[in-house]
Antibody, heavy 118, light 108 residues
Framework: EMQLVQSGGGLVQPGGSLRLSCAAS????????MHWVRQVPGKGLVWVSR????????SYADSVKGRFTISRDNAKKTVYLQMNSLRADDTAVYYC???????????WGQGTMVTVSS | SYVLTQPPSVSVAPGKTARITCGGN??????VHWYQQKPGQAPVLVIY???DRPSGIPERFSGSNSGNTATLPISRVEAGDEADYYC???????????FGGGTKLTVL
């Protein structure tokens, strides 16, 4: 079964850091672009970042650029999101997703909640 | 930045056809993908490349895209189709992925 299993997340103080992980199984991880998407509970989906298959091309939403870093380890079949200088408005459920068809996301992780609060 | 506009809500009676729209400047020149999200669950891809269905998605789900509007028609709507639906494109000029604001489908 093709799946993405997320870990990390939790409660962090403003200005703090957190790293999310997303482990892939059941498919050839190293040929797919991977993305992170977030969603404030009760609100819509918002794209955060993406990384290409070998990790040498990356893009970020303006709201996280300079604070978040996406990376991947193809040997471990895992994509990461390092989040620094966290703010209250970063509070959301974070999803990792596989980009299948023309950057359509055909596999999603289960989501992990990140709460930024003092 | 590129903007996608969806109606906040659409209501339809069971057995009828629901049409959810997604507006964007010259969206017909882009590939549009659609997701269904039920409460407490991750989104599920229901349409990709404007009108293709992933395996396991019922034929009742279809799609079209032309001009400034993409549409997700859902025929013979069932109670289980009640969910939030999001359209999505990749904006090549910014290298950003863009989601619409989402449409809540209510089955009356």
């Amino acid at each position: 079964e093709m799946q993405l299993v997320q870990s990390g997340g939790g409660l962090v103080q403003p200005g703090g850091s957190l790293r999310l992980s997303c482990a892939a199984s059941g498919f050839t991880f190293n040929i797919y672009w991977m993305h992170w998407v977030r969603q404030v509970p009760g609100k819509g989906l918002v794209w955060v970042s993406r990384i290409n298959s070998d990790g040498n091309s990356i893009s970020y939403a303006d709201s996280v650029k300079g604070r978040f870093t996406i990376s991947r380890d193809n040997a471990k079949k895992t994509v990461y999101l390092q989040m620094n200088s966290l703010r209250a408005d970063d509070t959301a459920v974070y999803y990792c997703a596989r980009a299948g068809y023309a950057n359509g996301f055909d596999i999603w992780g289960q989501g992990t909640m990140v709460t930024v609060s003092s | 930045s590129y903007v996608l506009t969806q109606p906040p809500s659409v209501s339809v009676a069971p057995g009828k056809t629901a049409r959810i729209t997604c507006g964007g400047n010259n969206i017909g020149s882009k590939s549009v993908h659609w997701y269904q999200q039920k409460p407490g669950q991750a989104p599920v891809l229901v349409i990709y490349y404007d009108s293709d269905r992933p395996s396991g998605i019922p034929e009742r789900f279809s799609g079209s895209n032309s001009g400034n509007t993409a549409t997700l028609p859902i025929s013979r709507v069932e109670a289980g189709d009640e969910a939030d639906y999001y359209c999505q494109v990749w904006d090549s000029s910014s290298d950003h992925v863009v989601f619409g604001g989402g449409t809540k489908l209510t089955v009356l």
